[in-house]
Every structure is written in C-alpha cells, then in structure tokens.
C-alpha cells in the first residue's frame, strides 16, 4: 500500500527558510513524477512544483526562485526548500506521487507570519 508522509512544516517569519519533506512508501519512487502542492484557507488546492522521474523541475510563477524541489530515489523521499517565505505563501502543503489517480500524503501547516 503507498504511504506518503510530509514533514517540516511550521512558523517562520517572513523572509525566512523552511524545509519540507515528505517520504514515500510501497510503490517504485523513482518511478513517477512528484509534486507538491498547497491550499490557502478558503483557497484551491494548487500545484507549486513538480519533478519528473529524470529530474526536470517546473514552478508556479508565484515560487519560481524562491522554491526548489529536489528529490532523493535512494531514500524515497521528497524535498521542498523554501526561501524568502511570504505571508502568502501560509498554506496547508501536500506531496503528490502521480500514480494512476495519484496519491496524497496527509499534508503539513506552513505559516509564515511576524
């Protein structure tokens, strides 16, 4: 059965750095392209980055130089280094392993504020 379990997230202030991670369980991980993505309150769930299987990357505009996405076969897991955080970017974050109809991990609290 795939698992995907996120991690990192909390309260940084604006202009500060946070790392999430998410590890992948039960399927073939370097398989399949990942994403990450986030929902504001009230708010869409939205795609912030993606990486496929032989590693190219693509960003939303509203991350692009800020995020990066990176992914590690070896250890199954995914990584999102975050930047020059925004109070927009507060979000509940989830990865994504596009698999058939995809799967979710259960998604991480990212609030950045003063």
């Known amino acids: 059965q795939v698992h995907l379990v996120e991690s990192g997230g909390g309260l940084v202030q604006p202009g500060g750095s946070l790392g999430l991670s998410c590890a992948v369980s039960?399927?073939?991980?370097?398989?399949?392209?990942m994403g990450w993505y986030r929902q504001a309150p009230g708010k869409q769930r939205e795609l912030v980055a993606t990486i496929w299987s032989g590693g190219n990357t693509n960003y939303a505009d509203s991350v692009k130089g800020r995020f990066t996405i990176v992914r590690d076969n070896a250890k199954n897991t995914l990584y999102l280094q975050m930047n020059s955080l925004k109070p927009e970017d507060t979000a509940v974050y989830y990865c994504?392993?596009?698999?058939?109809?995809?799967?979710w991990g259960q998604g991480t609290q990212v609030t950045v504020s003063s």
């Open positions: 039960g399927t073939i991980f370097s398989a399949y392209a």
């Open positions: 994504n392993l596009k698999k058939g109809a995809g799967y």
